[in-house]
């Protein structure tokens, strides 16, 4: 089945798509020698590392949660229909997110809370849809959780920036709207979510960048948001991809959070991890090593 329990949570993966991101590992990771790429290389091809071009590989897609009778998604891709200028791939897609979602037994209207964990393109796409020519939310029932340092830094009245970057056009269409319509809550820190997940401050990606924690019964697991964004930073968490907007806060967060990780046995799940999707970690020497993978089949 395409589904995991960890205590009294059930958690499945919808993915909106996943391959080639364009981007060879030094692009990608900036900085990052060849030698870690190849020490590493028998474990990150296929699914993370294509063996003829050696252009990384990434998944886009949302950890689907049950907890406490409640649908709970985390991070909602990309989106359909969309102007993505700085991204000719993703710019007015066309693909089958619902459906998948579907297939996970989840209508849109199921939904009660969208979480966010940072406002990245790639994170927000399906918040809304396109509706008669409008951007609506796509989940009419749903509480949408965003972290309020990243509501403020992506929000252009107050980021000159973003014209021409990857987050162009992003707020206006997949953050704004939901606002508009009173589904949004911004927290800052901790926010609660139940008795079984919390979310926990993370910046150094992004300023408002965050991650989910789970703990119940005796399971844990870390719900990693772009904490990592390959196999590779598990070994060398010091390699920052090169859309941390905070290096040094990104690296500091990635090896407070990936410790805890190992000291609680928890499992890790980021966010943009494809094939094997799910991972335990130990640590070793000074950084950290891949006790188990946890394959997730998608949706």
């Known amino acids: 089945m395409n589904e995991i329990v960890l205590g009294d949570v059930t958690v499945s993966r919808v993915e909106e798509m996943h391959g080639p991101v364009g ?14 790429w190849d020490e590493q290389r028998p474990m990150l ?66 939904v009660d809370l969208v979480i966010n964990t940072h406002l990245h393109v790639d994170h927000v796409g399906w918040n809304t849809r396109l509706v008669d020519g409008q951007w609506v939310p796509t989940f009419p029932n749903a509480t949408y959780l965003m972290p309020r340092a990243d509501y403020e830094h992506w929000n252009p009245a107050n980021n ?45 990606h992004t300023p408002g960048s965050s991650v989910l924690v789970l703990a119940s019964g005796s399971d844990k697991a870390l719900f990693a948001g772009d904490l990592v964004h390959t196999p590779l930073q598990i070994a060398h968490p010091e390699h920052n991809s090169c859309f941390c907007e905070d290096p040094a806060a990104a690296r500091a967060t990635r090896l407070r959070l990936l ?41």
């Open 160 to 204: 000159p920036n973003i014209t021409g970057g990857v987050n162009e056009n992003v707020f206006e269409d997949s953050v704004a709207p939901v606002y508009a319509a009173g589904q949004v809550q911004l927290w800052e820190t901790e926010y609660v979510v139940d008795a079984n997940l919390t979310l926990r401050a993370a910046p150094g």
């Open 45 to 110: 091809v296929p699914d993370h590392l294509d063996p003829v071009d050696d252009i990384v590989q990434v998944a886009m897609q949302t950890w689907a949660l049950r907890s406490e009778g409640r649908i709970i998604l985390v991070d909602t891709g990309i989106g359909n229909d969309k102007t993505r200028p700085a991204v000719d791939a993703w710019d007015h897609l066309d693909l089958g997110y619902l459906t998948n979602l579907a297939a996970a037994g989840i209508a849109p209207e199921d």
């Open 23 to 36: 981007m060879t590992p030094d692009q990608f990771f900036p900085g990052s020698p060849d030698q870690h």
């Open 259 to 299: 410790g805890w990780a190992a000291d609680h046995t928890a499992l890790v799940l980021p966010a943009h991890f494809s094939g094997h999707s799910a991972l335990e970690i130990v640590r070793d020497a000074s950084a950290f090593a891949i006790k188990n993978w946890a394959p997730l089949p998608a949706y």
